[in-house]
């Protein structure tokens, strides 16, 4: 089977009802959530071609949305799994996580005023970390101190933020384009390319500014 063919047949399966397909986006997020492994792009792109199908008529609105919510199940449950762990290691844990924010580029953003004002338990300051690659440690954190409605309640919110900004933008781009499933999966593998890239030479520029800023000798 051809790279042409495969494209085709998978974003076929996305567009019907297949147990399989529930089962692998359930296995995907859960294992994500418990180990922090997932597959680039993956996930992005079903949102993405869920978004483009349903503007086109391709896909029920019904069926993106049992898609979400088995999403949002693997997260759920594979977030609560992994917080029973924070249970057992409270202690080694709050360590771990005194440690990112006292020895780490963290520190300097709980050092901020704004941030200070920031109860860090609460459902959007879990939501917020989440997507600053403290998923897991915050999950952890969040089970050591037996905040599991609160942790399943951030999880919520980036979730449905996460799955409806792809949708949105694969909606508005199903408006104005009408091309096959092969051409599509490419144009949006190379926006997220360049949408990786460009976010991370940002971070390091500002990360060059800043240590510049630190290097450079107050005026006399």
């Not at 951030?154 to 694969?170: M, T």
Request: aromatic share 10%; with cysteine.
């Amino acid at each position: 089977m051809d790279f042409e063919a495969l494209i085709t047949q998978g974003v076929a399966m996305l567009s019907e009802f297949n147990l399989v397909v529930l089962l692998i986006l359930f296995g995907i997020c859960f294992i994500s959530e418990t180990v922090g492994l997932t597959v680039p792009y993956l996930l992005e792109t079903v949102w993405l071609m869920g978004g483009y199908q349903v503007a086109n008529g391709e896909l029920s609105i019904w069926l993106l949305i049992l898609l979400i919510l088995v999403a949002q199940a693997g997260r759920q449950i594979g977030a609560l799994a992994l917080s029973r762990l924070g249970r057992v290691g409270s202690g080694p844990i709050e360590r771990f996580i005194t440690f990112l924010r006292t020895r780490t580029p963290l520190k300097k953003m709980s050092e901020s005023p704004a941030l200070q004002k920031v109860n860090l338990y609460s459902p959007f300051a879990i939501a917020v970390g989440r997507f600053m690659w403290l998923r897991i440690p915050l999950t952890l954190l969040m089970g050591a101190k037996r905040k599991t409605k609160v942790l399943m309640l951030g999880v919520l919110i980036s979730g449905i933020f996460y799955d409806a900004l792809y949708v949105i933008f694969g909606a508005v781009v199903g408006k104005v384009f009408t091309l096959n499933s092969v051409q599509m999966v490419i144009i949006f593998t190379g926006g997220l390319t360049v949408l990786y890239i460009g976010t991370f030479v940002v971070q390091q520029i500002v990360s060059r500014l800043k240590n510049k800023r630190r290097k450079t000798p107050p005026p006399v």
